[in-house]
């Protein structure tokens, strides 16, 4: 039987939810900081998508499905971060742009906050220990 903590899972839904909105993830020359919507749409999306699909679980209490696709969120994350690290690594294909345009651009804070929010989606369902005392009702 698995248990669910509210608490921490509403508080990692709002983290995921904000840090894709305010926090900075790419630092632009010339443009300052980017949030995930301006690195890239697609993966605004998709991860709002995801979260959404973790919140309808999370309500409908199926918490074995809530758990598969917290996993496939945290997974999201960190694949969407691989990816834009290498598309700044490897955008034109030339290695003389691509060395330029890796050390103008860099990656910032707003991913260590997205993926802390996934982990705690993530952590707020565990298996819990069943007393005897629910067990004879």
Known sequence: MRTLNKPLALIGFMVVFLAAIFCPFLKVP??????????????????YGILGVCVLFF????????????????????LSFVL?????????????IDGLLAKTLHL???????????????????????SKDTENK
């Open 59 to 78: 309500f409908i209490r199926k918490l074995n499905v809530y758990r598969i696709s917290a996993w496939i969120l945290v997974a999201w994350i960190i």
């Open 108 to 130: 910032k804070w707003g991913w260590g906050v997205l993926l802390l929010g996934g982990l705690m989606v993530l952590f707020s369902v565990n298996k819990g220990k069943v």
């Open 30 to 47: 010339l443009k300052a900081n980017w949030n995930l919507y301006q690195v890239d749409t697609a993966l605004f999306m998709i991860t």
């Open 84 to 96: 834009v690290y290498l598309q700044i690594n490897n955008y034109f294909g030339l290695k003389l």
